[in-house]
C-alpha cells in the first residue's frame, strides 16, 4: 500500500475516534449517516468504500480536525 493510501485510512480512522458526530460529518460531506455508522462500527470495511467517501472524509478530517 502506497504512502498516501496509508496516511488517507489513517485519517479516516482518527476521524472516526475523534468526538465529531456523524451527523455533522454527512452535514459537511454529504455521506448518509447510516453509511457513517456502517464504516465507524465495522459493518462497512474501510478499504471497501468508494474513493469518493475516502476523499471527502479525508478533506474532512484535514480540514477540521487534525490539528484542532
Not at 456502517?38 to 479525508?58: F, R
Amino acid at each position: 500500500m502506497s504512502d498516501l493510501n496509508h496516511e488517507i485510512k489513517d485519517n479516516i480512522s482518527k476521524l472516526f475516534d475523534s468526538d465529531v458526530s456523524n451527523y455533522a460529518i454527512h452535514k459537511a460531506t454529504g455521506i448518509s449517516q447510516s453509511s457513517l455508522a456502517d464504516i465507524k462500527k465495522g459493518k462497512a470495511k474501510l478499504g471497501n468504500i468508494t474513493l469518493d467517501k475516502a476523499i471527502k472524509l479525508n478533506n474532512y478530517y484535514v480540514n477540521h480536525v487534525k490539528d484542532k
